[in-house]
């Protein structure tokens, strides 16, 4: 191509020019010749080579420009955010009140984008494949470190023993390692953190101090709409009416967050019995302390199973809540409960009776008994009714124990 252009460019001088002397004419010749000689070597495939090496690399670099612009911002958020919880760690240091900043709509909306649902079932995938017995004390022992898990409370403290991380994660613990406390009516149900206790005044529940959520939202309606023979109360008090079914009882509710190197299997707080369970698809966002206190109504924007029924006070539920990597939320009697399925409808929600014809009261639980287990780190909620006198044995922040006492009359 070099050698055409070449000659083209010597035929034009030569029409512009043809009062050139004889010296010239023997150069253009001897020109001529060159060209001719360069026309034989391989420049076509240099040529070709060359304009790949140039242009593959701007091609995959117009490629990856979104992907790179993705990972530097959300690099940068993330940044940001880890930024904030620092300043709030050296806040609760100091033992001063960390300064409230909720999340506008946009950044729950952007937050929701992220396809932590599909993400949630790789990594449920991943964690079904076995190791080999080779790699399982490498794997494990790193979570260990990270986490802070106390293997010698696990039923099996041998590493090789688990053949792959969901079963490292479902690790039973030894029979004496959580003794079950009889002299308090009502009972941690896991291990974890109390993030917030106390009496519900009204239809808007603190999932930590200051930061709340809908309780109507949270449960959804009382009674199915299908059954009622007119439109169910849309208002805060004949809600909570609703729960509240004796003379003289209020509303109590706990929240307890279970980090991911805590035990993760949950069990029945007190004697009761349970009759219905309503299952919300969701987001599955994380749930930790810091985006409680961040994204408000968090507990209604994600995935969680809802177990309604009664104890000796009357109203009485646990709601297990779904989080990022914690798609499965596992309830033992229940074999119909299918959670972080593909498919779902925005704002839907399943209901299941325990009661039939056959078993008109329901599940009955007695106290410390195995109930359900997380995939990983999660949430569980307690709301219930009980006599004004009823006291928690609690402090907001505390590390608290399955077994250990929640409180009591």
Partial sequence: MAASVGLSCLRLLRGVAPWRSRRHHCEDIALSHFL?????????TFSTNARKVHTAPARTLSLLRPLLFLVVTGGG????????????????????EIPRKLAGHWEVALY?????????????????????????????SLYIWTFGVNMKEAAVEDLHHYRNLS?????????????????????????GKILNFGQVKN???????GVTYSLESFLGPRIPTEDLPFPPATSCGSFRSQLVTREGNELYHCVIYLAPGDYHCFHSPTDWTVSHRRHFPGSLMSVNPGMA???????????????TGDWKHGFFSLTAVGATNVGSIRIYFDQDLHTNSPRYSKGSYNDFSFVTHMNKEGIPMRKGEHLGEFNLGST???????PKDFNFKLKAGQKIRFGEALGSL
């Avoid at 001719?36 to 076509?44: D, I």
């Avoid at 958020?77 to 001063?96: C, F, I, M, P, S």
């Avoid at 994660?169 to 004496?176: D, H, I, N, S």
Wanted: charged share 30%; hydrophobic share 35%; glycine share 4%.
């Fill in 36 to 44: 001719q000689s360069l026309r034989k070597l391989p420049l076509r």
């Fill in 77 to 96: 958020y993330a940044g940001y955010r880890q930024y904030e919880k620092y300043q709030e760690r050296e806040w609760e240091k100091l033992g001063l």
């Fill in 112 to 140: 929701k984008s992220v396809p932590t649902r599909l993400l949630s079932r790789a990594w449920g995938r991943l964690n079904q494949v076995e190791l080999p017995h080779w790699l399982r004390r490498p794997v494990y």
């Fill in 167 to 191: 079963e490292f994660f479902r690790r039973k613990l030894k029979p004496q390692a959580r003794p079950v406390c009889g002299l308090h009516s009502v009972i941690s149900p896991s291990d």
């Fill in 203 to 209: 239809c808007e529940v603190e999932q930590v101090k």
């Fill in 293 to 307: 206190r961040w994204i408000k109504e968090l507990f209604c924007h994600n995935e969680r199973v809802v177990l």
């Fill in 380 to 386: 569980i909620v307690l709301i219930f009714e009980a």
